[in-house]
């Protein structure tokens, strides 16, 4: 016998690493240069030479048995005030060492931030679409639920009249992630003004907090004029997950924390019970050389050329070609329509035909719409050109 809930996720597909799969099979039978692999979100830019640098420093002078030893469970103090202090400098912030929690990645920041502000199992968890298909997971863990707000297409900021019939009076929080995944979109600080203010007013009515959990793996990577607004500007009761992943190019290095700004209602409960739950699923002493990695380079920015020839020679490309969608401002992801109404009869027919791997919107709660990750080679953009052209044209209308 083995827990019901935890088999059926450790059993359930995943279109995305299948298409993955797929494309690694494909690659050995017909060639790597042959296949057009938009399916992972995984960076395709470097480390910046500093990360690297800064781990050699630390392997060559440094006690390896403090290096690869426990840190505090938190996270280091020194880590967490290098980072408090990049938060103040950068942002209207007053952000401290003792706000910050450490953990392993931005998916365990939203995992232990859901179960300590679940309490009783009505409470809900509001996720705008398109979202992350993890947040399913992730956001019922502590025992609670998932409302979904429909999305606002075809721009995909958000739809407040949708988001204000879905708020009541059992929900704990609502998800924001800005620049999105899957859309690239940024949220505008008009929009997240709004929210705040429409959420003052439902705690007021509701008699309890309403938090906005902001999950920002993507913050650094935004293109052009586009600002990301920092939500704990806009409203007080706002707690930030985020990571070094795409940022700085280390989800494997699994590093990231939670920020419970001390002006947030019951600031400190909450960090604590964030530290008891990040003990239940064991993200605690995030891995110790990497933390000191984070706290030297916290300064560093990403070098987003690469991506944002990408960003432009896709977004170009396709929409010459007749398809429709928004133009992403950030992250490294971009939405689109499919031509023929059916997201995963366009993807398969993309994949059979064309060697080209791009996810249907279901998943993200957005059907009708594919998500393309290009966070790729912009060789692989240009030769994967005439395929999405012969697409269109079979299945356009
Ligand atoms: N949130 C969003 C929107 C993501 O896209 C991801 C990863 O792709 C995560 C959270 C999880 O980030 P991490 O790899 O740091 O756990």
């Known amino acids: 016998m083995v827990n019901e809930k935890y088999y059926g996720y450790g059993t359930a597909p995943s279109i995305i690493r299948e298409l993955f799969a797929y494309g690694l099979e494909q690659a050995k039978k017909i060639g790597k240069d042959k296949v057009y692999d938009y399916s992972l979100g995984n960076p395709s830019i470097p480390a910046p030479v500093k990360v690297n640098e800064t781990i050699k420093k630390l392997v060559d002078e440094e006690s390896s048995i403090l290096l690869h030893g426990y840190s505090m469970a938190p996270g280091f103090e020194s880590t967490r005030e290098a980072i408090a202090a990049n938060l103040r400098e950068r942002f209207n912030t007053n952000a401290q060492a ?54 606002d297409v075809p721009d995909f900021q958000i739809n407040l009249e949708a988001l204000e019939a879905t708020v009541d009076e059992n929900s704990v929080a609502v998800v924001i992630n800005s620049p999105n995944n899957p859309s690239g979109v940024v949220y505008t600080k008009e929009t997240l003004e709004k929210i705040g203010a429409f959420l003052k007013e439902k705690e007021a009515e509701y008699g309890h ?170 060789e692989m953009i240009k030769n994967s050109m005439p395929g999405f052209k012969r697409l269109i044209e079979k299945y356009g209308k």
């Open 98 to 151: 003792s706000e910050i929690f450490m953990t392993c990645g931005c998916a365990p920041a939203l995992v232990s931030v859901a179960c300590a502000l679940t309490c009783k199992p009505e409470d809900n968890f509001v996720c705008i679409a398109p979202y992350f298909p993890e947040y399913n997971v992730f956001f019922t863990a502590g025992g609670g639920k998932v409302k979904v707000v429909a999305a």
């Open 209 to 378: 907090p309403i938090y906005i959990v902001a999950d920002e793996p993507y913050r650094e990577l935004v293109y052009g004029d586009a600002k990301v607004t920092f939500i704990p500007e806009v409203y007080d009761n706002t707690i930030v997950c985020y990571s070094w992943s795409k940022s700085l190019s280390l989800p494997g290095e699994r590093i990231g924390y939670v920020y419970v700004p001390a002006k947030c209602e019951d600031g400190k409960a909450v960090y604590a019970a964030v530290a008891g739950a990040a003990r239940e699923i064991g993200s605690v002493c995030p891995p110790t050389l990497i933390q000191r990695v984070v706290q030297e380079c916290v300064g560093c920015m990403p070098d987003l050329v690469a991506y944002d020839e990408n960003r432009n020679d896709l977004y170009n490309g396709l929409t010459e070609m007749g398809y429709e969608c928004a133009k992403p401002d950030g992250a490294f992801y971009l939405f689109m329509k499919a031509p023929n109404g059916d997201d995963f009869a366009f993807s398969e027919a993309a994949k059979l035909e064309e060697n080209i791997l791009i996810v249907p919107g279901s998943g993200f709660q957005c059907p009708g719409y594919l998500r393309l990750s290009y966070c790729v080679s912009n």
